[in-house]
């Protein structure tokens, strides 16, 4: 049995609203849903909220958002969180939702890459441009070799202990790391495509250092190929312009920075717009599939402007629709903040 | 009209037509050439990667530290490898000839 076709039959982690992404419009959302009394939950691949506003321009000063004529993606992010705070939202992070599928019941279940399972009436996909996702050495035959011998993150440090180990790349990863497991290895070549690195310039010093008193070596170049058998590496070719070095090695790490891809949702049979962007209407912003919306930068319809601003009304919207699904029984009442008792009990401030 | 050639992911050879002022990005994601340009053309996503043919290499504005720092974050740089996002499009370039880089 696929894990799209399992059914949980505990079914423990359920939620009105399962949110995937927790971006800017997820968290948004989150506030959304919770003035109409819907309880959410976020999965989201990177281990903090913020999506792109975090993740890529965390000090940048944004200038478009109603009211705050200036305000960094973090801070903006950290606002969110604020906001959304009143409504107790559950966050799973450093997950990627693989499978999306409608349970028997009616009632929608998602799997995630560590495992878990969560069900809930209503699922909006906030997924921005996609999950961010380590970057990957443009190289042939890598899988055998993926969480073996080759890793894009130090998940145990026990991995490298008594290794040979080849580290790539001239960020803060990738020297923090170098200096980090340096006294656990047996020997450490980090390899960079130049002399300068663009991590902290204490780092940078401290590598220069053990570099200087023989305790590891610097390479410049680039990686070329990968030696080894069933997944255990025995050597790491670089190349610097036309000539090739082998380092013998059978551990590598490397440190390319993050993609953004769009994953598995082309496999969760929604319409899909150019295959990137998943199709919604501008009543409702739901998919084709009734129940699932989607909301931000994932979405397209006729005039879509991917920004925050239009995810934020999108989010709006769709929390309407999402409390007519999972409180059928309920009658949906429009109330302002400013002066319903209900919504100031929901925000805590009444 | 001053044009550029580009060499798709596939490998299929095309002319396009430069508008003054646009980013190279800008233009290749109006094309469709699997650029995505995530972060508008603030050398801060690195979608937008591209290998300029080395005969054109020397001839554009050197890139700027911001987009060498940007650079350290992909696989595949070479010699020639530039953010098309930071190059911006005028008369001058006419017959710049570039292969979009894999992503
Ligand atoms: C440099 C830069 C500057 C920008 N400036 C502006 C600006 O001035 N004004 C403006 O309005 N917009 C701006 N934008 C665009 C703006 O950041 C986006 O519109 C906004 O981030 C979209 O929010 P979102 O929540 O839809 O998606 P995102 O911010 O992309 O968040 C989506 C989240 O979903 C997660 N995800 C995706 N798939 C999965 C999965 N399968 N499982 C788990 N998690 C998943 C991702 O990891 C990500 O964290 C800018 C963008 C960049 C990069
Ligand atoms: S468009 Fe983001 S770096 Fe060029």
Redesign the pocket.
């Known amino acids: 049995m696929s894990p799209a076709e399992f059914v949980s039959p505990l079914a423990t982690q359920e939620t009105d609203v399962l949110i995937?992404?927790?971006?800017?419009?997820?968290?948004?959302a989150v506030f959304e849903l919770g003035l109409l009394g819907l309880k959410a939950r976020l999965?989201?691949?990177?281990d903090r909220?913020?999506?792109?506003?975090?993740?890529?321009?965390p000090e940048?000063?944004?200038?478009?958002?109603p009211g705050l004529p200036s305000v960094s993606?973090q801070e903006l992010t950290d606002r969110l969180m604020q906001q959304a705070a009143p409504f107790e939202p559950d966050f799973r992070f450093s997950?990627?939702?693989?499978h999306l599928s409608k349970r028997p019941d009616g009632r929608f279940q998602i799997v995630?890459?560590a495992g878990e399972v969560h069900v809930a009436p209503v699922v909006f996909?906030?997924?921005?441009?996609?999950?961010?996702?380590p970057r990957k050495p443009k190289i042939d035959g890598l899988a055998p070799y993926e969480g073996k011998s080759l890793f894009y993150a130090v998940r145990s440090r026990a991995d490298f202990e008594g290794r040979d180990l080849v580290i790539t790349g001239g960020g803060d990863s990738a020297l923090d790391w170098t200096l980090d497991l340096l006294p656990d290895v047996n020997s450490l070549t980090l390899v960079h495509r130049r002399d300068k690195f663009r991590a902290a310039p204490h780092s940078v010093a401290a590598m220069e250092q053990v570099v200087a008193d023989g305790r590891m070596n610097f390479v410049l170049g680039e990686l070329d190929s990968l030696t080894g058998e069933n997944g255990e590496l025995t050597a790491v070719t670089i190349r610097n312009k036309d000539e090739t070095t082998a380092i013998p090695a059978d551990r590598l790490l490397t440190f390319f920075g993050l993609n953004?891809e769009?994953?598995?949702?082309a496999e969760w049979s929604l319409d899909l717009e150019d295959g990137k962007q998943i199709r919604v209407d501008t009543e409702k912003f739901q998919t084709s599939t009734p129940g699932i919306f989607a909301?931000?930068?994932?979405?397209w319809y006729p005039g879509k402007?991917?920004?925050?601003?239009?995810?934020f009304h999108e989010g709006a919207l769709a929390a309407q629709e999402a409390f007519r699904i999972a409180r059928p029984d309920e009658k949906l009442r429009f109330q302002y903040t400013t002066s319903s008792s209900e919504l100031q009990k929901r925000l805590k401030v009444a | 009209m001053a044009h550029f050639h580009v060499t798709s992911r596939a490998g299929e050879a095309q002319t396009l037509e430069g508008v003054d002022g646009w980013r190279l990005m800008e233009l290749l994601r109006d094309h469709k050439m699997g650029i995505e340009g995530?972060?508008?053309g603030?050398a801060?996503?690195a979608s937008c990667h591209i290998h300029v043919d080395p005969a054109w290499a020397g001839r554009l504005p050197e890139p700027r530290e911001e987009e060498e720092d940007k650079l350290d974050e992909l696989p595949s740089v070479t010699e020639t490898s530039r953010l098309s996002c930071q190059i911006i499009w005028g008369e001058e370039l006419d017959g710049l000839t570039l292969t979009v880089a894999p992503d």
């Not at chain 1, 995937?20 to 948004?28: D, N, R």
């Not at chain 1, 940048?60 to 958002?65: A, E, G, L, N, R």
């Not at chain 1, 769009?262 to 949702?265: E, K």
């Open positions: 995937i992404g927790a971006g800017p419009v997820g968290l948004f999965i989201d691949t990177l909220p913020g999506g792109q506003c975090a993740e890529l321009y940048k000063p944004i200038y478009d958002i993606g997950q990627r939702v693989e995630t890459d996909i906030a997924a921005g441009a996609g999950s961010f996702t953004i769009l994953g598995p949702i909301i931000g930068d994932i979405n402007l991917k920004l925050i601003l239009s995810g | 995530i972060c508008g603030q801060d996503c």
